[in-house]
């Protein structure tokens, strides 16, 4: 007779069961596929046979889905007496399939941008939020600014002047090299308040130059600004930033920071 205890066992399987598929169905696997691999991971080498008992599949979509998985590097098959075994690699596997397909959308992005470009009325608009969309963002205006001749990112502050090295913490060289491997150099319009701390900080950082406002910069953001997208930094209460990709706007905003450039003081 069924216990509470058996209940509740059989709802966290129940559960865990469908996290899994839930998992392997965002690698894109399919439902057929999906429950083929489970079962090979349970059985190991095994023929046809027992997949059909453990699935309720009829044996040609389990055919169709061991043809999938092994084209996908999931599933391996060998012949022993004219019988076909079939197995489950190792599911490290899976992260060579999603390192495949961060691979392949990587380098399809730059014509992807180019077709985007010639929509030039286009706006993105990304919104990134926490520590990893912080560091995302540094990532995509440095690369941004890669693609000028002049390799420049420009800067904004207006948030404290501690924000921005707090944000980035332990990934503060990460950045730096970063800036190094693409050559980006920093143009900073900053609030004359800033402490000397700062300042003596990022001007030691390679290929920078600092101006201060004595006032008019009291916006609680950081702003990095390449020719073709705009960043706007929010540090507090938590880390939210807003990516705006569009070539019209981003020289929009470098023309408001070529103004308030030749306000200011080195």
């Known amino acids: 007779m069924s216990t509470i205890f058996d209940d509740i066992c059989g709802k966290i399987c129940y559960d865990h069961n469908m996290e899994i ?28 046979g027992p997949l059909v008992n453990t699935t309720k599949l009829h044996r040609m979509l389990i055919y169709n889905a061991l043809d999938s998985l092994i ?20 599911p490290v596997a899976l992260i060579e399939k999603a390192r495949r397909l961060h691979d392949l959308a990587k380098s399809a992005i730059p014509q992807l941008r180019k077709l985007q470009q010639n929509k030039g009325g286009v706006v993105n608009v990304r919104t990134l ?11 995509d205006v440095v690369e941004s600014a890669s693609r000028q001749q002049n390799h420049t990112m420009c800067i904004i502050g207006g948030a404290r002047d ?53 006032k008019g910069l009291s916006s609680p953001t950081y702003t990095r600004i390449t020719e073709e997208m705009v960043s706007i ?16 706007i981003a020289t929009a905003y470098l023309d408001s920071f070529e103004l308030l450039w030749k306000m200011t003081n080195k």
């Not at 598929?21 to 691999?37: C, H, M, P, R």
């Not at 939020?129 to 990532?139: A, K």
């Not at 930094?233 to 019209?248: F, G, M, R, S």
């Open 71 to 90: 084209g996908e590097g999931l599933a391996t098959v060998t012949h022993k007496k004219n019988i076909r075994l079939y197995q489950a690699t190792d």
């Open 21 to 48: 598929k839930s998992i392997l169905e965002k690698f894109g696997l399919t439902n057929n596929e999906t429950a083929v691999y489970l079962a090979l991971l349970k059985h190991g080498l095994t023929q046809v």
């Open 162 to 214: 501690t924000d921005f090295y707090e944000a980035v913490g332990a990934g503060y060289h990460n950045y730096i090299s970063l800036l190094d491997k693409h050559k980006v150099k920093k143009r900073l319009l900053a609030p004359a308040s800033y402490s000397k701390i700062f300042k003596k900080k990022f001007a030691t950082e390679h290929g920078t130059v600092l101006r201060v406002l004595p």
């Open 129 to 139: 939020v926490g520590q990893e969309g912080f560091q995302t963002n540094l990532q």
């Open 233 to 248: 930094e929010l540090y507090h209460p938590q880390i939210v930033i807003i990516q705006i990709h569009n070539k019209a």
